[in-house]
Each structure stands twice: as C-alpha cells, then as structure tokens.
C-alpha cells in the first residue's frame, strides 16, 4: 500500500489480524452474564462461548497418551504404561476418535483446533521439572537392560527411545486430527516451544540449542496447520522482561513459519491472568504492550485464554466481563481496526 500525503503509512506484518476468545464464558450464563460484546470488539469467539464450536476449539489431554498424571496430592498415576515407549498407540488412536465424535462432530468442526497435552514434550531434554519423571523413567528402563552401560551409554539410549515414540504419538494424533476433522486448523498448543525463562534456563532468548531441537521437530510443525506458542505473563517480570518474553517467543515461531513450505499461521495463545498472580488480570500497560508485541513481530492473530476455574461464582465473571468491556475489548478493537485500515496503532 503506498500514499501520496506527506506522512508516512503503516504497512503492519500481515494483512489481516484476528484475535480469539477460548474462554470458557458459558460458565457465567449461570449466572445471567453473557459476553454478546465480543462480536463489537472484533473478537472472534463460538456462539455458545464454549471452548469447542465452530470458530476454535480445545482438547484437553484427548485420548490416551502415555502420561504419569501428577495428581493433587503429588503422586503420579500411571495411564497407558506411563511413557511413550511403552505405549500403546491403538488405544490411544481410538480413544481420541471416539472423543472426537463425542464432544467435536462434524456437523460443528471447522475453524482452529487445539491439542493441548503437556505431560511429557517430546525433546527428551525439556522434560523438566514435573515432567523430569519421564527421563528418569526413561533411563531406569534402559539400565534395568544394559546395567553394565555407563551412564552416558544409558541415557543417550534413553533419550533415542524416547523421542522416537514420542514422535510416533505426536505424529499420528495430528494426522488423525486432520484425517477425520478436514474443515479444522490443527496445532498443538504450546509449539513452537523455548526453554526460556524455566528453571533450568533462566533465560527470555530462545537459544541455539533450542533453535536445534524445533528444527528436529520439523515433522511436527509439518503437518500443523497454526503454530501455537504460549505467552504468558508473570507480574514479577520488569516491564522490559515481559516485552521481550513475548519478543522471543513469537520470534521462533516466525522463523519456523518462514521456513515451512506451507508457511502455518502463527496464533500465539495469551493468558489475561499472571501465572504468578492467580485471579490477578494483566494490567491495561501489560496488554497493550503484549497486544502490540505480537501484532508488530508478525503473528496472525492472538487467542485470549482462560480456564473454568476462573468462572466458578457471580463475582468472578461480573469481573471479567467489566475486564472486557473497561480493557481488553476496547484494545482488541483498535488493535484489529489498526491492521484493517493499515493505520497507525492509537494507544
């Protein structure tokens, strides 16, 4: 787009930016409080305000993938023999189809759709924290064969085990997905994923090593047809610290973008709360700053998340309902209104 006038016009990254609501809402009609507002501020969302319709849908731990499922108490439960290598991948398969025909018909498939499954990744070395029960499960199996291996010998075994079977249950679940759910736009929620700002990398840049790994996930991001990484705030970030959280995250997923033939939207997933601060909404500073973030670095949009516990009594949907109206839609406006008009971003 070019102009005659003397100022200079906004050209934004992508012709279009579409911002989505995969907040569970449908809790508050208990309460006689609906979200019919979404549509005027330019946010897409199902008619139903429901985390599956016709405009995107999420899919909590569908299936049955191998897990150790971290339990309330802080053990661990055991489903479909606890780590991929040893799973079994028809039952898996099978129980994610009946899923699928149970609570996603086609009769209302269509728009994104979102594997969310986070017990294990399939990096063998991102499996930190609680999920670093699947490398020492892993490496226990190995050594348990071989216990006269040393133990680089049994964890780089471990490791190759690992990562094999987790690719072959990743794999099939999204081709599956795609098979029997055509009209939908499948990703896994959280990929492309950085090690930045975890306990073991206490770092925001997403690091050649872990530019590495994504690479080796190419089968993966392949077959997606959204990439969806996860931006979420915590309010001890310094204002800088957040900004380039958010720099860094959508920068990798880009890159991977750019560099698949079928160049997959971009949608990175955005909490309106801090993960530190639970009930805590992000302040109006913190979304416009994210919001301009993510429009200014070249995603296709943002899904605004949230989760049912959030919505459990009157108070707090009254709550988030005074959020959208008061910030977020009003930012979600101008954002949307910005890249339609090719205008510059008035906040």
């Not at 594997?115 to 490496?139: A, E, G, M, T, Y």
């Not at 133990?151 to 990743?170: D, L, V, Y």
């Not at 959280?245 to 939207?265: F, M, T």
Request: glycine residues 4%.
């Amino acid at each position: 787009m070019s102009s005659s006038s003397n100022t200079s016009v906004t050209i934004w990254p992508k012709k279009s930016f579409n911002i989505y609501w995969n907040i569970p809402t449908h809790f508050c009609h208990n309460f006689d409080i609906y979200f019919k507002e979404l549509k005027q501020f330019n946010i897409k969302y199902n008619s139903m305000n429901n985390f599956r319709g016709e405009t995107i849908s999420l899919f909590y731990d569908p299936g049955n993938f191998p897990s150790m499922v971290l339990l309330k108490n802080g053990t661990y439960e055991i489903r479909n023999e606890g780590v991929p290598q040893k799973g079994n991948i028809t039952i898996h398969l099978e129980q994610f189809t009946k899923e699928l025909d149970e609570i996603y018909p086609k009769k209302i498939a269509g728009g994104i759709g979102v594997i969310h499954f986070h017990n294990w990744r399939p990096i063998f070395r991102r499996n930190v924290d609680n999920l670093k029960i699947n490398k020492d499960i892993s490496i226990d199996l190995v050594r348990k064969e071989h216990p006269k291996w040393d133990k680089s010998m049994i964890e780089k075994e471990a490791s190759n085990r690992f990562e094999t079977s987790a690719k072959i249950f990743m794999e099939k679940t999204l081709k599956l997905a795609k098979e029997i759910r055509k009209k939908t736009e499948w990703g896994y929620h959280g990929y492309p994923h950085c090690l930045s700002g975890s306990t073991d990398k206490p770092s925001f840049d997403c690091d050649a090593l872990s530019m590495s790994e994504n690479d080796k996930m190419s089968w993966l991001f392949n077959n997606q047809n959204v990439l969806l990484p996860s931006i979420y705030l915590k309010n001890v970030l310094k204002p800088d610290e957040k900004i380039h959280l958010v720099q860094e995250r959508l920068k990798e997923a880009i890159r991977i973008s750019k560099n698949l033939k079928h160049l997959p939207k971009v949608l990175p997933y955005w909490w309106y709360t801090y993960q530190d601060k639970e009930g805590t909404f992000l302040t109006e500073a913190d979304v416009k700053n994210t919001f301009k973030e993510i429009l200014t670095n070249g995603a296709d949009g943002i899904i605004i998340w949230g989760i049912s516990y959030e919505l459990t009594d009157k108070k707090r949907c009254e709550k988030l309902k005074e959020y959208l109206m008061k910030i977020l839609g009003p930012i979600a406006f101008k954002v949307t209104k910005a890249v339609k008009e090719n205008t510059p971003l008035n906040f």
